[in-house]
Nanobody
Framework: QVQLVESGGGLAQPGGSLTLSCTVSVPIFVINMGWYRQAPGKQRELVAHITTDRSTNYADSVKGRFTISRDNAKSTVYLQMNSLKPEDTAVYYC?????????????WGQGTQVTVSS
């Protein structure tokens, strides 16, 4: 069973920044990884993914504000979030990603709550 541990969430003001981390219990150097989020009353959505060759892709809603990165030696994936908006409020999860379908490949971790509010 792969373990995913997300951290770094919290309360931020509009326009502020947060950096999320996700540590994975298995080596990730051959795995495409992504960050998902689920806002109250909404479906979980993929907001960013990074491939094994470090190509990245972002949802339109976060493009230009969020940056995904990976440290394979630490089996860790990061999400740098800048210029935060109230609509970014959600629980954020990482997972392995099937690129064409955008579906996750593993069971979910506990996620990390991000709240953007003044």
């Amino acid at each position: 069973q792969v373990q995913l541990v997300e951290s770094g969430g919290g309360l931020a003001q509009p326009g502020g920044s947060l950096t999320l981390s996700c540590t994975v219990s298995v080596p990730i150097f051959v795995i495409n990884m992504g960050w998902y989020r689920q806002a109250p009353g909404k479906q979980r959505e993929l907001v960013a993914h990074i491939t094994t060759d470090r190509s990245t892709n972002y949802a339109d809603s976060v493009k230009g504000r969020f940056t995904i990165s990976r440290d394979n030696a630490k089996s860790t994936v990061y999400l740098q979030m800048n210029s935060l908006k109230p609509e970014d409020t959600a629980v954020y999860y990482c997972n392995a990603v099937q690129i064409t379908s955008k579906k996750p490949l593993w069971s979910w971790g506990q996620g990390t709550q991000v709240t953007v509010s003044s």
